[in-house]
């Protein structure tokens, strides 16, 4: 029996920060989606738990066992008392240490799979509490949907599908040190925002995230600069509804209202910046929310 799984890009539409709690993490608040790009995992029988990587980013990446797959397959493994091997491949599309939760998707991912491969079939709330062990954003990346997050990362709400709307991802290629970041850390909106309500339309959810941000957005620019230009760049792009950088970065997005003007922006930029990552996608739709 052979599993496959996929691994989407996790994007924060916007990300407010709290104050610094007793445990060290700051309180969180975003609202979180997904799309329809990302890395994937694949089963295959074996006698012991192994990786292997392969993908466009597969160079960056160790197959060793600080890599948070294995540490996923072998924290699932310990909660259900089993000792089971398993092969486990990992196509690498995500840039690593981007913002988008390629790693905690990763190992999401592997929770979700190993789960069925190894006919536990845990639920998603218990997945998610072994996730919590595993990384702040893994717990939200178990259930690929909109969600509504709070705490460090593991306080999540399901929320209706948001409106159908085209994505540009773009990675400069710089790794942004997430500590670094905090610690330029000025200005912050704080968590007392409530869950939104279903947005109506496209139109609705970008005005609801013009007033929003991402309070890391600022320190991330000081400590990488070259994020502004990409956020400029993708601002101009014609079409593009709303620009801001997920996570702490470095990868950015702009909102389009049709796939057309998310490719032609894509297609813009890598024809201006070839390094730079680009991709065009959208929002996950729930059919591929669901898997």
Same mark, same amino acid.
């Given at each position: ?7 989407? =890009?996790?994007?924060? *539409?916007?990300?407010?920060?709290? %104050? ?7 309180? *969180? %608040?975003?609202?979180?989606? &997904? ?21 466009? !980013? ?6 060793? /066992? ?30 690593? /240490? ?8 990763? =190992? ?8 069925? &491969? ?28 909109? %969600? ?17 709307? =085209?994505?540009?991802? $773009?990675?400069?290629?710089?790794? $942004?040190?997430?500590?670094?970041? !905090? ?15 279903? &947005? ?32 400029? $760049? ?18 950015? !997005?702009?909102? &389009? ?5 998310? /490719? ?28």
């Amino acid at each position: 029996m052979t599993i496959e799984a996929e691994a989407p =890009a996790k994007v924060n *539409l916007f990300l407010h920060v709290g %104050q610094k709690r007793a445990d060290g993490y700051h309180a *969180l %608040q975003s609202l979180v989606t &997904f799309t329809e790009v990302g890395d994937e995992i694949a089963l295959s029988p074996g006698g012991a738990l192994n990786l292997a990587i392969r993908g466009p !980013f597969a160079t960056a990446l160790a197959a060793d /066992a600080d890599n948070l797959v294995l540490k996923a397959a072998r924290a699932l493994a310990a909660h259900a008392g089993i000792a089971r091997g398993a092969s486990i491949s990992l196509t690498k599309n995500l840039p690593i /240490a981007s913002g988008i939760g390629g790693g905690s998707a990763d =190992a999401a991912a592997t929770l979700r799979s190993l789960s069925r &491969f190894w006919g536990l079939n845990l639920q998603p709330d218990v997945l998610r509490k072994i996730a919590e062990t595993l990384g702040s954003d893994v717990p939200v990346c178990v259930s690929c949907g909109t %969600q509504w997050m709070e705490g460090r990362g593991e306080i999540l709400t399901a929320l209706d599908p948001l409106p159908a709307m =085209a994505m540009v991802l $773009v990675n400069p290629g710089v790794k $942004v040190p997430t500590p670094k970041v !905090f610690a330029a850390l000025k200005q912050r909106r704080g968590t007392d925002l409530p869950p939104p309500s279903k &947005f109506a339309s496209a139109a609705d959810l970008v005005a609801y995230l013009k007033d929003t941000s991402n309070d890391l957005e600022a320190p991330a620019r000081a400590v990488a600069p070259v994020i502004g230009e990409v956020l400029t $760049v993708l601002g101009a792009q014609a079409g593009a509804r709303l620009t801001r950088m997920s996570g702490s970065g470095a990868t950015c !997005f702009a909102l &389009f209202d049709s796939d057309e003007a998310a /490719a032609n922006a894509a297609t813009a930029i890598r024809e201006r910046h070839a390094t730079w990552w680009t991709v065009a996608t959208k929002i996950a739709n729930p059919a591929s929310e669901s898997r």
